[in-house]
Nanobody, 125 residues
Framework: QVQLVESGGGLVQTGGSLRLSCAAS????????MGWYRQAPGKERELVAV???????NYADSVKGRFTMSRDNAKKTVSLQMNSLKPEDTAVYYC???????????????????WGQGTLVAVSS
């Protein structure tokens, strides 16, 4: 079983900053990628940022230049530094872990996905 524990959400004014953290634990043999998604009221969940096991990152166009994702492989944690926050960044942010629970051949088996419980980020205008 895998658990993701998120922290760092809250209420901030426009232009402010927040830092989200996510710690993974449990039966994780190999991490493929970890990412942050968000879901605003009435909207679908969307990718915010992702970092692969090789360290490459990818960001949604809407957050490029404002958000920075980092990781600590040894601790299986990722963080999302969010600067210059805007009201449109308001959403519940979810941590995602894509992983293998055992030594499975990636050519034959798809990785598993685990999700955190979500943390609310609210940006006031």
């Amino acid at each position: 079983q895998v658990q993701l524990v998120e922290s760092g959400g809250g209420l901030v004014q426009t232009g402010g900053s927040l830092r989200l953290s996510c710690a993974a634990s449990g039966s994780i043999f190999r991490i493929v990628a970890m990412g942050w998604y968000r879901q605003a009221p009435g909207k679908e969940r969307e990718l915010v940022a992702v970092i692969t096991s090789r360290g490459s990152t990818n960001y949604a166009d809407s957050v490029k230049g404002r958000f920075t994702m980092s990781r600590d492989n040894a601790k299986k944690t990722v963080s999302l530094q969010m600067n210059s926050l805007k009201p449109e960044d308001t959403a519940v942010y979810y941590c995602n872990l894509r992983y293998y629970s055992g030594d499975y051949d990636p050519d034959k088996y798809n990785p598993l996905d685990a999700w955190g419980q979500g943390t609310l980020v609210a940006v006031s205008s």
